[in-house]
């Protein structure tokens, strides 16, 4: 009898994306209209600190280095030296991903406590694997994550939540590619977690005052579904090990 040809072992990532979005369920009853999301730590070995986060059809992966040695004129006399790198799904990294990578440092400057580690250089490198929409707010969400999987001090936890208002007026919460599409503004706000402050905000088309006011105080309201999340998934992680 002729062998039948042995099935392909997946991949680690099809294994960890089949491992999330059977868990992302966990957050669609909470009530928020977010998409379902869902997280999974130290999944790869080699850096000091790792993240992958899922949200909807967008999934991100954040892998920290450091502090380690600053090389060269890296080196900051009173802080740590943050670098930030986004790399797209295909090709090479465009204005948009500089763009991203420029708000993203931004926000992380605003909350690490960098003083505490001084001509150290820290880099964060952020690995798009799907874009199904709201992709900045999931790199902040899995640039988090990463941090907190490394141990680093911060003042406070952060997350992104994206706003989409569309042409009949409504506003959307974490919108779909193809939401964003169809919307006439695209917001995007950095929340912390103390005061619910607003660290970084990303806007796309036009609105009104009123209508960005409307979107921060749905962003915000948001943030207390994200942050329960963090929660659960550092508490699911630890009690395994």
């Known amino acids: 009898m002729r062998e039948r040809a042995a099935a392909p072992l997946p991949s680690r990532r099809d294994q960890w994306e089949a491992a999330v979005l059977r868990e992302a369920k966990m957050a669609a009853g909470s009530g928020c209209c977010l998409r379902p999301f869902s997280c999974e730590l130290g999944l790869l070995s080699r850096p000091d600190g790792s993240a992958a986060f899922l949200q909807g059809d967008t999934s991100v992966l954040a892998a920290l ?16 030296a943050l670098e930030v790198l986004l790399r797209p799904k295909v090709g090479l990294p465009g204005v948009g991903e500089r763009s991203r990578e420029q708000l993203l440092r931004r926000t992380l400057e605003a ?27 999931c790199c902040l969400n899995a640039a988090c994550m990463g941090l907190l999987d490394a ?15 569309l042409p009949d007026g409504s506003l959307v919460l974490d919108p779909s590619s193809q939401q964003e599409k169809e919307a006439r503004a695209v ?9 619910k402050k607003v660290l970084m905000a990303s806007t796309k088309g036009s609105c009104s005052m009123e209508e960005m006011q409307q979107c921060i105080a749905a962003a915000q309201s948001a943030a207390d579904t ?6 659960d998934s550092i508490r699911r992680r630890y009690s395994k090990s």
């Open 111 to 137: 909350v690490l406590l960098g003083r505490l580690h001084p001509r150290c250089g820290l880099s964060l490198s952020l690995q798009v694997l799907r874009d199904g929409g709201s992709l900045l707010s």
């Open 65 to 80: 280095y450091g502090p380690a040695e600053a090389k060269g004129n890296r080196e900051l006399p009173e802080r740590v």
């Open 226 to 231: 994200i942050f329960q999340f963090y929660r």
């Open 151 to 165: 141990g680093l001090p911060l003042a406070s936890l952060f997350c992104g939540v994206a706003c989409a208002l």
């Open 187 to 195: 917001l995007t706000f950095a929340i912390d977690s103390a005061e």
